[in-house]
């Protein structure tokens, strides 16, 4: 799949998840920015004055900014609820607000939301995160609905448990077992962000695909 002459921006695209992505769209051919609050083109995604000068000529966006939580719904505070919910839903309406209009005068574009399958089942201790990527498949599905006649495919990933910051910092600071993080997915192991990487990238180019919220989970919401 070749993205030769397109412009690709990636929130988050300085570790992780974003990182792989950022790798293969360029290995695509495409021009990518990587924007990010840590490397890359500095962005915080719940600031909109930095998001619109950045989404005018973006071709392919993926939104895979975000940020997580570890408690249930009276133990997290206000603070926390308003935080995740801010990057993770409102950091990806405001990209996808901000792109919309330059795919529409360019005739078409691509958006792949980085959801989870947090916001497709429960999972324990996970309140805000959960409802954050709930909201991010609602809105996929109302995006792809609304611009399917300007040529704009918008899709997500809804990833399993993955190796990543996010993951290791689960682990190390917050003291969740890995064997158990590992053993919740039916294939025994996390997904490794190049995997991810690999199904957003094949989102950002079907043709045929939208409104898609494609699980990549090891078997998890199988189960």
């Known amino acids: 799949?070749?993205?030769?002459?397109?412009?690709?921006?990636?929130?988050?695209?300085?570790?992780g998840i974003g990182a792989a992505v950022v790798q293969r769209l360029a290995e695509a051919g495409a021009e990518v920015v990587a924007a990010d609050l840590n490397g890359g083109v500095?962005?915080?995604?719940?600031?909109?004055?930095?998001?619109?000068p950045l989404m005018a000529e973006?071709?392919?966006?993926?939104?895979?900014?975000g940020i997580g939580s570890t408690t249930n719904a009276p133990d997290t505070p206000i603070e926390v609820w308003d935080d995740v919910l801010d990057v993770n839903a409102r950091?990806?309406?405001?990209?996808?607000?901000?792109?919309?209009?330059?795919?529409?005068?360019?005739?078409?574009?691509?958006?792949?939301?980085?959801?989870?399958?947090?916001?497709?089942?429960?999972?324990?201790?996970?309140?805000?995160?959960?409802?954050?990527?709930?909201?991010?498949?609602?809105?996929?599905?109302?995006?792809?609905?609304?611009?399917v006649g300007d040529g704009i495919r918008?899709?997500?990933?809804?990833p399993?448990?993955?190796?990543?910051?996010?993951?290791?910092?689960?682990?190390e600071d917050v003291g969740e077992s890995l064997d158990e993080l590992k053993a919740?997915?039916?294939?025994?192991r996390l997904g490794t962000p190049d995997e991810i990487a690999e199904a957003i990238v094949y989102l950002a180019g079907a043709?045929?695909?939208?409104?898609?919220?494609?699980?990549?989970?090891g078997g998890l919401t199988a189960t």
């Open 58 to 65: 973006v071709d392919i966006l993926v939104n895979a900014a």
């Open 207 to 217: 043709e045929f695909v939208t409104g898609t919220i494609l699980s990549i989970d």
């Open 91 to 147: 950091g990806t309406f405001l990209c996808c607000k901000h792109a919309i209009p330059g795919m529409i005068a360019r005739g078409g574009g691509s958006i792949v939301n980085i959801a989870s399958i947090a916001g497709l089942i429960g999972l324990k201790n996970r309140a805000a995160y959960c409802a954050s990527k709930g909201a991010v498949v609602a809105l996929t599905r109302a995006l792809a609905v609304d611009h």
């Open 42 to 52: 500095k962005l915080d995604v719940r600031n909109e004055r930095q998001i619109a």
């Open 1 to 15: 799949m070749s993205f030769s002459g397109k412009r690709a921006l990636v929130t988050g695209g300085a570790s």
């Open 154 to 158: 918008v899709n997500a990933v809804a």
């Open 184 to 188: 919740r997915q039916p294939m025994g």
């Open 160 to 171: 399993g448990t993955v190796d990543s910051p996010w993951v290791r910092r689960l682990v």
